[in-house]
């Protein structure tokens, strides 16, 4: 985009996991203000104000920040959470005098950005995320170069980024906390509507009589359900076969899933295509991977994965005569899943 000359002015920064309804006018004039004054100002980092143990902030990203507090000058950006402690350089706390250490802000991936960050990312292609590309400004291996702070306090910013926050956006998007970026505002080739409070239906969809669609749900268009089965505090994607008896209980089903006749499914992620037979049980914090067949009358464990790619991390495991589908054995740290395990 550099070389090309796309970009010749100010521009937004944003992650591809990141849910917000933030209002940036405001946040793109203040930065414009900042750079008209000094040139150096090239980024706004966008920080939102959350309690260290809010439910969208991400484990593997304890992120404490040092802001000047006349300025908003971002003088420290640590989020390793490995350390208990922070460093700042003596001549930093010489130069500002004011200074704010914060632990109560998300990182919400957005930045507001002059045209010379294009040249600098360019420059320095080893920066393959954006926090080494902060910490080399503010470690002055890039000259010539300043970041600002600008937390926000109300609205709503996240990110999705580990199955744990994908967890907890998808429930605030439920909830509405995301509003108008919910279901039924239909921003894309959606038709979702609301019948009762948190539960949202796209049609066409068919439901049996006796099924029971609790709350904080959400049924995506193309989908049966069948007699006598629950659906709660789930989300079904398009194109799903639901049997009978069936219990869906705090998953997560993506498109053109196949669930039959008296399986049970409690806080779980079953992707696209995969297949749950008859009677088959998937137990709190499993991952059923992509057009993965879990044969009929079979229990997975809790925290079990399973995939169709065969690597040094698989192993064989017992998915009765019609399943298909290899265990994932690689240890994943606690904090990465998709449910706390018990002692987290």
Request: glycine share 6%.
């Amino acid at each position: 985009m550099y070389n090309h000359n796309v970009l010749r002015s100010d521009f937004v920064l944003v992650s591809g996991d990141v849910v917000a309804n933030i209002k940036l006018a405001p946040i793109l004039h203040a930065h414009r203000l900042r750079r008209d004054k000094d040139k150096e100002a090239i980024m706004t980092l966008v920080f939102k104000s959350v309690s260290p143990g809010h439910r969208t902030r991400s484990e593997h990203e304890d992120l404490v920040v040092a802001i000047d507090a006349h300025t908003k000058q971002l003088l420290l950006y640590d989020s390793s959470p490995e350390q208990a402690e922070v460093k700042l350089e003596h001549e930093v706390l010489t130069k500002h005098t004011a200074v704010q250490f914060r632990h109560d802000v998300l990182d919400c991936r957005i930045a507001i950005c002059a045209p010379d960050v294009l040249f600098q990312l360019e420059d320095n292609f080893d920066y393959t995320e954006m926090k080494m590309y902060i910490q080399g400004i503010l470690g002055q291996e890039l000259f010539g170069a300043k970041l600002y702070a600008h937390v926000i306090e109300g609205g709503y910013a996240a990110r999705a980024n580990c199955l744990r926050t994908y967890n907890s956006v998808s429930k605030d998007i439920i909830h509405r906390w995301t509003y108008p970026m919910v279901p039924d505002t239909n921003f894309t080739d959606t038709s979702y509507y609301m019948p009762r409070a948190c539960i949202y239906l796209e049609n066409p969809l068919k439901l049996s009589r006796s099924c029971d669609i609790g709350e904080e749900s959400a049924l995506g268009s193309g989908t049966f359900v069948g007699p006598e089965t629950l659906v709660e505090r789930s989300t079904v994607g398009r194109n799903c076969v639901v049997g009978s008896r069936v219990s869906i209980v705090g998953s997560y089903i993506w498109d053109n899933v196949t669930i039959e006749d008296g399986a049970k499914i409690t806080n779980a992620l079953i992707c696209s295509g995969a297949t749950i037979k008859k009677d088959a049980v998937i137990s709190p914090g499993c991952i059923v991977s992509y057009n993965v067949v879990i044969g009929s009358g079979v229990t997975l464990q809790s925290f079990d994965k399973i995939t169709l790619i065969e690597d040094a991390d698989v192993a064989k495991i017992n998915l009765g005569n019609d399943g298909k589908g290899l265990l994932w054995s690689k240890q994943t740290p606690t904090y990465t899943e998709l449910i706390p395990k018990e002692g987290d």
